[in-house]
């Protein structure tokens, strides 16, 4: 059969076919959903103005048809849910990331969004009062996005530095994995346990599509008191627009301590801000003081904090 071609105006970022072949959704990248309908008509007429839908703020990531209904999600970290018959629309928030896939069950009873946080989140109800249940993954490695114009020497060398992943052994066997934006525990089976996952920063979802990750604070060091009471965590950010004029000041770096309370869960217990005029490149615990810690710069300088 001679195929057939439709043009748009804007980049498509998602495509989805009703399972009737009545129409083609495709999303783009302003965030908005197009329904072409009888595209799949006989005698190739075109089809005309297609229905326009507009929610998502940035790129639609993913689209997946559970019967009448047109799922989509986006940066928003939020799925949205469609009748195409009348068009009504209910919401499931706060997912935690970005909505990268989105696959159904053939049966249409269940629902898997693949997040950009590396987690999988299952819908099992689209109709009634929705909590997904997540299956958390060990943290990957963001990449730096690519950035067009001209870049001093400097500049690159700030955006070529990477967070580094890390594996710190606890007193109970289990182990903390540290990257991204977050601090994971896994027990003695390797299982991540979701329950105390520590964000280091709670903030909107919705990111311009283009920020490189190094726009935001990222986690660069961790160290683990003896006795696991206590972590202290460093975390670093460059500046979008101190990097324009002087890439040497424009990293930022800021130390938080975390107590473990009765719950067995961590929270931010004080803060220091720009504790070192130059990058942190280790941080470490006293082996017999438990609230001293130590961190060294390459300002030439190392410091004692006592976090009591």
């Known amino acids: 059969e001679k195929s057939r071609r439709y043009s748009h105006r804007h980049p498509l970022t998602a495509v989805s ?4 072949l009545r129409y083609v959704a495709v999303g783009d990248a302003r965030g908005v959903v197009w329904t072409w309908w009888g595209v799949f008509d006989a005698g190739g007429q075109n089809p005309g103005v297609p229905a326009r839908w507009h929610w998502h ?12 209904v047109l799922l989509s999600g986006g940066h928003e970290g939020v799925l949205c849910v469609r009748r195409t018959d009348d068009d009504s629309v209910r919401f499931v928030p706060r997912l935690g990331s970005a909505v990268r896939h989105i696959s159904v069950s053939t049966d249409g009873r269940h629902v898997c969004l693949a997040l950009a946080e590396n987690t999988l989140a299952l819908v099992e109800d689209l109709f009634g009062w929705v909590r997904p249940r997540c299956i958390h993954g060990v943290d990957v490695q963001r990449a730096t996005s690519e ?34 934006q977050r601090v994971q525990f896994l027990d003695e089976r390797q299982r991540v346990l979701s329950a105390l996952t520590l964000t280091l920063n709670r903030r909107n979802t919705v990111t311009p599509a283009d920020q490189s990750p190094e726009q935001t604070w990222l986690l660069w060091q961790m160290a683990v008191s003896s006795n696991a009471t206590c972590l202290m965590t460093c975390e670093r950010r460059v500046s979008p627009a101190l990097l ?55 300002d030439g300088t190392f410091k004692c904090w006592d976090s009591q």
């Open 147 to 180: 950035t067009g114009g001209q870049k001093s020497s400097s500049s690159k060398r700030l955006e070529a530095k990477r967070p580094l992943l890390t594996l710190h052994s606890l007193p109970a066997g289990g182990v903390a994995f540290c990257g991204g």
């Open 244 to 298: 324009e004029f002087d890439a040497e000041v424009a990293e930022s770096y800021v130390l938080k301590w975390w107590r473990r309370g009765k719950d067995e869960r961590y929270s931010v217990d004080s803060v220091a801000n720009d504790p070192h005029s130059a990058e942190i490149t280790f941080a470490i615990s006293h082996p017999l003081r438990e609230n001293v810690f130590i961190t060294g710069s390459l």
């Open 57 to 68: 703020s940035q790129p639609v990531l993913s689209l997946a048809h559970c019967g009448v």
């Open 17 to 20: 076919i009703d399972p009737q």
